[in-house]
């Protein structure tokens, strides 16, 4: 079994910054994907970013730019700094793992990011 637990959401004013932080325990699938969904009141969930497991990032264009994605393999580990925020990323962050970045396995609690104007 994995878990996921996030870290680093919270309040901030638009064009400031957040770092959010992922920690998966337990034994992941072999060729992991891991990646950084986010959910905002009435909309569907969306993909942020996600990693191969050799560290291919992706980003999703709606942040590429603004927002980095990073994974550390021998902490089982994946960050995402985000950078000149907007009040369109506020949302529920999630961190997955599993073979695929389309359907995760496991999912993380989530932490909420909220960006004021």
């Known amino acids: 079994q994995v878990q996921l637990v996030e870290s680093g959401g919270g309040l901030v004013q638009a064009g400031g910054s957040l770092r959010l932080s992922c920690k998966a325990s337990g034994s992941l699938p072999s060729r992991a994907v891991m990646a950084w969904y986010r959910q905002a009141p009435g909309k569907p969930r969306e993909v942020v970013a996600r990693?191969?497991?050799?560290?291919?990032?992706t980003h999703a264009d709606a942040v590429r730019g603004r927002f980095t994605m990073s994974r550390d393999n021998a902490l089982k580990s994946i960050y995402l700094q985000m950078n000149h925020l907007k009040p369109e990323d506020t949302a529920v962050y999630y961190c997955?793992?599993?073979?695929?970045?389309?359907?995760?396995?496991?999912w993380g609690q989530g932490t909420q990011v909220t960006v004021s104007v």
């Open positions: 997955t793992v599993g073979a695929s970045w389309a359907a995760p396995d496991y």
């Open positions: 990693s191969s497991e050799r560290g291919t990032i």
